[in-house]
């Protein structure tokens, strides 16, 4: 299965895995699965830093370098293409740039998204896991 980590997916499983899912985590853990993260993520988790709304040291640069190497995930490449779908979701409800970036992500590289996110999982285009 090929999974695309929600930014929250991602931190949770590296700082908190208690609030991973027990579905969310056996799909990211099964040796068959291919994990993918955009750099959306990176940019989230450096914004929410930035807000004092995460605390990442020794630095959030450092912090977030360091857990791409130890989670290993596959870059997904931000595409204009993505861009562009990511402003023409009929019907997804989030207005959130993030989310709409990472479900334009999912769909256009046909990638399962491992979420909490209920407007992503009411977005029938959109295949999701948690």
Excluded: C, Q
Excluded at 37 to 50: D, F, G, H, I, K
Excluded at 77 to 85: C, E, N
């Amino acid at each position: 299965m090929k999974l695309l980590l929600d930014t929250h997916a991602w931190l949770w499983r590296l700082l908190a895995p208690e609030r991973i899912s027990a579905d969310a985590e056996g799909a990211i853990a099964n040796r068959d699965s291919e994990l993918f993260l955009s750099p959306v993520s990176t940019w989230e988790t450096l914004v929410l830093a930035r807000k004092g709304r995460l605390s990442l040291a020794p630095s959030p640069g450092e912090w977030v370098l360091d857990a791409l190497r130890r989670s290993a995930p596959t870059a997904v490449p931000l595409t204009h293409g993505i861009a562009l779908r990511s402003e023409t979701l009929a019907g997804f409800e989030s207005e959130d740039p993030a989310d709409r970036f990472l479900v334009a992500t999912a769909l256009e590289h046909d990638l399962t998204l491992v979420t909490a996110d209920g407007a992503m999982h009411a977005f029938p285009p959109v295949a999701t896991l948690w």
